[in-house]
Structure formats: structure tokens, C-alpha cells
């Protein structure tokens, strides 16, 4: 079997939500390849945090069986957080159906959830080695399915400003042109990721060796592109008047100046180039813009936003582990 189903961006890209349907409730999440956890809004959470959301109530669900005692806490790299209960229950992405999947019921969650009302929670697309849920992890939707896919793959075709495609089980050639360029991926630290041995500043650049850069995970629920500090560096220095700002919380310039393009290794046989215009991100007013390359504050892991993905066709391919880039149509 296939499905598919459409992305909608949020204001800037900064992320992309989806229909999905538990219990027989509609929901729209956030699709992450960089988590392993589906967790909704339910009606558990007090509603302050909960207004404006919808709400996924398991006493409504025909379906719905809970997980006793079981628990799940998530933190992410961004510092911000989520935890709850547990049930199973039936999701349906795009008409394929996984009739017993974990579904972590929220009911604590951190103010930028709850400040972002056009999401409803998260469905984890990376690898159930870090899926948070306690006594016992469980899969992720993309796991159950895979046996029952065409092909033991996911694509992300995000768009700049326009509603894209998540296609489960095949490789939609309608959807891309040119070769897909595959990297083998390390799912070890349960991440999408991969080597990135060089870069590229400017379209017309020399690419760069970087041997001590970080790897880099492909992640759709991350908005930006979070880089190694020298890497961040060498390209700001090429932007007149950028500078770090941390009240702004990172680098910025003034919206008149002129952004060169940049390109990121995946693996090491090819480099995904972004134009200018592509790095450009947000406007802050006062003619002060905050650019879509941003530092990974040393985490030691490169994670490839929205910011680079929307601008390709994206393949996960959980048979062959491999991660692939392609040109869109
Ligand atoms: C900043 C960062 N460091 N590390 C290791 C990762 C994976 C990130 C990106 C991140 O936290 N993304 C995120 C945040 C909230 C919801 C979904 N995804």
C-alpha cells in the first residue's frame, strides 16, 4: 500500500502540519524526522495551555485502549518539553491505517507549544530507539507501516510558502527530476543522519573540507539550519553588517544586504547549494533580517531544517537506511 498526504506551512515555513485522524478524531501534527514520539493536545491539559488547539479525547474514541502506568517525557533540543500519558489507538495517515499505535496523550507542555495553536502535536518520523515512552518504547507510525508499504520508504516534498506532500510508500517520479543523491545514514543515535565533509559559500563557491564538522541529521521539524559555529562564522563574515545578536537570539543583518548562497555536503558525494534569497528567513523589523543559517550552539550535530529541505525532494528510506536529495519536478 501508499498514502499521501499534504504538508501545510506555518507562517515563514517554520513548520509544516498534516491531517491525520485518531480514534476517529481529526488532528493536524507536526511530521518530525528529527523525534520518535506522536503526541497530541488531549483534553487532560488545563485549558490554558489547550485553547485554540484541537483536542484529542480518548473517552470519545471507540477505539482507544489505555497503556496503565505507562509514561512519556520528551525534551527537546530546543530546550522545549512535553510529557503525559499513553493509549493505543487507530491513526490513519492518507488512508493507510495502523490499528494499534502509540498514542502519547500531553498533559504538561512547554509555552512554544502552546503559543503555536495551528499544531496539534507531533508525529515522530526518526527511530523508536529514542521514542521517550516508559516502562517499554514504542514504534512510530512509519515503523508499523513499513511492512505493509510498496517500499520501506517516506518522502518529504515541503514547499516554500505552498502546501507540499508526504508520501508514504513510494518514490512519486511526478514529485522530483534529475538523480536522487543517496547517503548512507547512522540511526544509532536514532536520527535521519548522515557525514557533511564540506561545505559551500557562494553559488559559484569553492566547497570546503571540513573534517572536524559535525554530522547532520535531516529533521522536517526543525523551521531552520542549525550549523557548526565555524561554518556559521565563515559564512556571516561574507554578509555586511551581520553580527550575532542573542537578544535576537542569533545572527542577523540588515535586510538590505546581499546574502551569498550556500551548500551543505550530504555524505560525501554531493552538496545541496541554497541561493540567498533561500537563507533569507525573517524580516524583525527595523530593517533588521534574521537569516535562516543559524549556529547548532556546539551540540555537536548539524540538524537540516525546512530551510534546506523545502527546496528539495526528500527520501527516507528505512529499508535501505539510506537518506537521499533530488531536484523537485
Ligand atoms: C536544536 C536541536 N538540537 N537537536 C539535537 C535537535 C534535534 C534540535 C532541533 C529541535 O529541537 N527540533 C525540534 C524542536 C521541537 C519540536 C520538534 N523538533
Redesign the pocket.
Known sequence: ETAQVTASPEQNDS?YLSPVTIGGQALTL?F?T??ADLWVFSNSLPSSDSAGHVTFDPSKSPTFTPYSGATWQ?A?????SATGSVGFDSVTIGGVTVAHQAVELADNLSG??VQDTQNDG?LGLGFSTINTIQPQRQKTFFENIMPSLALPVFTANLQADASGTYTFGAIDTAQYSGPIHYTPIDSSAG?WQFTSPSYTIGSNGASVPCTTCSPA?A?T???LV?LDDDVVSAYYAQVNGASQDQSQGGWVFPCSASLPGFGVAIGSGYTAMLTGQDVMYESLGGGVCYGGLQS??G???Q?F?DVLLRHYFAVFDGGAKRFGLAKKA
Do not use: H, K, M
Open positions: 513548520e507536526d518530525d528529527g523525534s520528551i527537546y533540543g530546543d530546550g522545549s512554544a507549544f507531533l536520527f541529521i529533521d521539524g526543525t523551521s542549525l547548532n550552539a551540540q555537536g550535530v540538524i531544517g
